[in-house]
């Protein structure tokens, strides 16, 4: 009854999952070459050996190589059994028949060319083999050899068992009735005889019977004689039978609820890395890893999705949920939260549980077995409980659109839960950490809050782009934060110490620490839980030195990979040195001390690269050719743990700064086109929590082709230098030749220059000769023309006043004809012998000198006097500008000249206003009358001839010379022209002139 009761209540509640982790490999996922793999051994290196129907195996925990008659040259692919000393590195192998004889040694299989002599395979028949017998019934071990790790042997008769040394001599023998249902094998070199009931004998110089033990009706025995393991395996179990001074004794590897599906053929258990090799008849190779972590759920809940939980005895602990566990099962489940918030839990010191639920806070009573609870309401949805030393309940909320979170506090040990709200911490707050001084840590929006409740004092420490998961406090009390999206860091004097994310950035999304006994954290993330070094954290810290992260995911037993953070606690620690982590899937258990650390520590080997047509085989130096431009240089490493633990880099010492590139998970680094020389590659490894690397170096020597070696870049030079030097002698016979050539074409050339100098000479003095009587001719017209076309305006102008009042209209408009034809001729002479004069004077009329432009302008004004009297002008001069300007005095005058002499006659009865100004670098000068004005079409013809002086054609004879000779003028002098003018009102003409 007790009985069923028992089993009822298993069923009733949770359970831990199996403690194996099972993969296969086979033919049908294209690992094997065929599925019945008749035996099994590792070999010196921590490689494993399988024989199978179709090759010739090695497995290094990823990689499957087969050697068979594509690669070994065996004339058969049908392997029998391994023989042979793992300790000596020698294994050996048979193909059928004997035809091919396989020796393995140095991490690789060698067909021998000597055929095995029929000596050697009458011995290799009678070694201890695999048993093909499923059952003990007849083992007929009689005659059988019984190889030691030493190479000694014990030899099985019918009387008798004699000891062998490794040179085939005798050395003891020792009385003993054979029976062919008895059982003879080694255990740590130590010869035992098994009878069919169990009794069992151990031969130290002479049989002694010790014991017996129970082996299970219908089991089969394999025994792995390289190994020197014995295995019983029933339907169901396998056991491996271990020895200890004095007894045997027999342990469960592996235990599954099924009967098996497939046929056990050999076996291997790898101790260091609890790992079961089972190969099959039919099914390839299964490996059971026997893992040391547990999985807790409550069977009778679909939703197995952990947050909070929290120790409340010395070996049990509490969910969010209110289901109690120990480390193997779940104990009860009182359903206390099964709807709600499962983020928060905490246990005051009387063990009352108080449990966060959106806006509520629920206190579970310890003295009513937790069947009565408490309850507060509260405006802001909870984020974050805790209870510190002093039993002081801590409650963080979130903010909502109305209103803002402020902490609060509980006093546990009042009767009365009131809460007390702390006005001073007005932010929303998700985590509490009570520090060694008695202060709280609280994580806020993008900050950290320090509280001294003793002192009332906050200090707040920006967390920048650290989204604070939560925050530990290790047994040094270093404080480090967990973050959502960066990874972990150290908390020391207000500055985050950001660590290095692990190599395959698991560590992006940290949830929480937790640190055991040897000062190795262990976190929890997104991808799995991860182990690492405190020591190497901070070495890191100080240097910058590597981190061995070790990480442990689904192969190790999990369910999944996604643990869960943003809860409060994240983790437990049980005082019987178990801890439990929550995830997406069940509750993690394990005692740090007792999980099974497959550390990547063991040696690598270098010694074989793959090229594009060929395979290499080397030890510290490869020598390669120039027909290969690609090398796979292959790593081989035997790990049978996480691959994410394999870290491998390399180096390439091509230049000084070479860097380390990651392998990753390849263990093969390639390299394309590799310069002539001889080249450094090394290749460094993390294997343990020391994080320390080992380190490999491999010379690799690139030959050089004919044109890239050293004698011949010399001939190469010699013979380039001898070119230059007789190209330099062509060129200075050439140069010296050109040179007389060119000499004598001087020569000639300087004759000719001689000539046309002394031809110059005589235009010079030629064009001096007519400067000069072109200045006598421009003196005479000054004084021989000039001066009495002057007297002739002059004597017209009285004729004209004279006549003014005649009676006779003909004489007087003729005497007006003369006046003004005279006066005409005597200005345009004048202006035609003043630009003459500019130009016959070498002046350089961009020649600019500080002038008084009010001399200038006032000379001119009185020039005009008296004709301005006659037709009734008034002539204005405002000065607006420096008296003293940059100009040209003579050109000046002559422009004035010219303006003011157009104005005067086109003006009767009116104004003339003359203005000057300035600007940075420009002179204005402005001539305003109130005149006729300019027709529109000589205004137009000025304008356009201002721009295209060059090409239009000049119209004096219809527009006369004086503003022809302006825009010359003003040309020469890069200057503008603007003209304003409407008729019957006016004109007005601007001067605009550069000062520099």
């Not at 489940?333 to 709600?340: A, F, I, V, Y």
């Not at 050719?625 to 880099?649: A, M, Q, S, T, V």
Request: some cysteine; hydrophobic content about 35%; glycine content about 4%.
């Amino acid at each position: 009854m007790n009985r069923f009761y028992l089993i009822l209540l298993l069923l009733q509640f949770g359970y831990s999952q199996q403690n194996f982790h099972e993969e296969w490999y086979s033919a049908d996922t294209k690992h094997l070459p065929q599925n019945s793999v008749k035996s099994i051994s590792p070999d010196k290196y921590g490689f494993i050996w399988m024989t199978t129907e179709n090759g010739l195996v090695r497995f290094d925990g990823e990689k499957f190589k087969v050697y068979n008659s594509s690669n070994t040259n065996t004339t058969s692919n049908r392997f029998l059994y391994l023989s042979g000393n793992i300790q000596q590195d020698s294994l050996r192998s048979f193909t059928e028949g004997y035809s091919d004889n396989i020796f393995i040694t140095k991490r690789k299989a060698t067909k021998l060319k000597k055929v095995a002599p029929e000596k050697m395979a009458l011995e290799y028949e009678n070694k201890r083999f695999y048993l093909d017998y499923n059952y003990r019934t007849n083992l007929g071990l009689l005659d059988t050899k019984i190889y030691d790790s030493k190479g000694n042997y014990y030899l099985i008769k019918m009387n008798k068992i004699s000891f062998f040394d490794k040179k085939s001599n005798t050395t003891t023998e020792v009385g003993h009735k054979y029976s062919p249902t008895n059982d003879y094998f080694l255990i740590e070199n130590d010869l035992i005889c098994m009878e069919s009931n169990g009794t069992y004998s151990l031969y130290k110089d002479k049989f002694q019977t010790l014991n017996k033990i129970n082996i299970p009706a219908n089991s089969k025995i394999i025994y792995n004689h390289l190994s020197q393991q014995y295995f019983i395996c029933t339907p169901k179990e396998t056991l491996l039978l271990k020895k200890t001074t004095k007894k045997l004794y027999l342990t469960t590897l592996h235990k599954q609820n099924n009967n098996r599906d497939y046929i056990i053929r050999c076996a291997y258990y790898d101790l260091k890395n609890n790992k079961l090799f089972i190969g099959t008849d039919n099914k390839g190779l299964a490996i059971f890893t026997l893992n040391k972590f547990k999985i807790l759920t409550n069977k009778n809940n679909i939703n197995n999705v952990y947050y909070g939980a929290i120790p409340i005895s010395q070996n049990e602990f509490v969910t969010a949920k209110g289901e109690f566990y120990n480390k193997d099962k779940i104990i009860r489940d009182l359903k206390l939260n099964t709807s709600g918030s499962l983020y928060g839990i905490t246990i005051d010191h009387q063990k009352n549980i108080w449990i966060q639920n959106k806006n509520k806070l629920i206190r579970l009573n310890k003295i009513t077995n937790y069947k009565s609870h408490d309850i507060i309401n509260f405006n802001l949805e909870v984020s974050g409980i805790f209870c510190d030393s002093k039993n002081k309940i801590w409650i963080g909320f979130k903010n909502d659109e109305n209103e803002l979170a402020v902490v609060a506090t509980i006093n546990a040990n009042s009767k009365e839960i009131t809460p007390v709200f702390l006005k001073h911490i007005v932010e929303p707050v998700s985590f509490f950490v009570e520090t060694q001084n008695h202060s709280i840590l609280m994580v806020g929006k993008k900050t950290i809050i320090t509280y001294d409740e003793t002192k009332n004092k906050i200090k707040r420490i920006p967390t920048g782009k650290n989204e604070v998961r939560s925050i530990f406090i290790c047994k040094d009390q270093k404080v480090w934060v967990c973050t959502y999206n960066n990874g972990f860091s150290l908390l020391q004097n207000d500055i985050f110490y950001k660590l290095p994310y692990d190599i395959n950035q698991f560590l992006t999304s940290a949830h929480c620490i937790n640190e055991d006994n040897n000062g190795h954290f262990w976190i929890s993330t997104n991808k799995g839980l991860i182990e690492v070094d405190k020591k190497s954290l901070l070495k890191h810290i100080e240097d910058k030195s590597p981190i061995y992260y070790h990480h442990y995911d689904t192969e190790n037993g999990f369910l999944t990979n996604e643990f869960n953070g943003g809860c409060q606690p994240c983790n437990v620690k049980l005082d019987n040195g178990y801890y439990v982590y929550p995830s997406l899937n069940g509750l993690v258990v394990f005692h740090p001390e007792k999980v099974n650390k497959i550390l990547p520590s063991g040696d690598f080997f270098i010694n074989e690269v793959e090229t594009e047509n060929k395979t290499i085989y080397f030890n510290d130096t490869l020598f390669t050719d120039r027909e290969n431009n690609r090398l796979n240089i292959k790593i081989d490493f035997p790990y049978f743990g996480n691959k994410n633990n394999i870290h491998f880099e390399a180096r390439l010492q091509l230049e000084e700064d070479s860097k380390w590139v990651n392998i990753l998970n390849e263990k093969t680094i390639s390299f394309t086109h590799l310069p002539p020389g001889q080249h450094t590659l090394f290749i460094r490894k993390l294997g343990d929590f020391s994080s320390k690397y080992q380190t490999k170096k491999i010379i690799i020597c690139v030959p050089f082709l004919y044109y890239e070696t050293l004698w011949f870049k010399i001939i190469v030079y010699l013979l380039i230098i001898g070119i230059f030097v007789y190209g330099i002698r062509l060129r200075y016979y050439y140069i010296q030749k050109k040179n007389e050539e060119l000499e004598q074409i001087v020569h000639e050339r300087t004759s000719t220059l001689i000539k046309t100098i002394d031809t110059l000479k005589i235009t010079k003095n030629s064009l001096t000769q007519e400067i000069i009587q072109q200045k006598k001719l421009i003196g005479t017209i000054s004084h021989d023309i000039k001066s009495p076309l002057k007297f002739l305006s002059i004597t017209a102008k009285h004729l004209n006043d004279k006549l003014l009042f005649s009676e006779n209209e003909t004489i007087k408009d003729n005497a007006k004809i003369v006046h003004d034809s005279a006066n005409q001729l005597y200005r345009f002479v004048e202006n035609l012998v003043d630009y003459s004069k500019i130009f016959m004077e070498h002046n350089d009329i961009n020649k600019l000198r500080k002038e008084n432009i009010d001399i200038i302008i006032l000379e001119k004004i009185n020039l005009f006097k008296n004709m301005a009297e006659a037709n009734a002008v008034t002539i204005t001069y405002k000065n607006f500008a420096p008296t003293q300007i940059n100009l040209n005095e003579k050109v000046i005058g002559i422009i004035v000249h010219n303006l003011l002499d157009n104005a005067i006659k086109n003006t009767i009865s009116g104004t003339i206003a003359i203005e000057t100004n300035i600007t940075t670098d420009k002179i204005y000068i402005s001539i305003e009358d109130t005149g006729s004005g300019m027709p529109k079409e000589i205004k137009d013809y000025y304008l356009n001839l201002q721009k295209n002086f060059e090409t239009d054609k000049l119209a004096i004879q219809n527009y006369g010379l004086g503003l022809h000779l302006v825009l010359e003028l003003l040309r020469l002098l890069k200057g503008e022209l603007k003209i304003y003018s409407k008729e019957n009102e006016g004109t007005k003409i601007t001067l605009i002139l550069d000062t520099n």
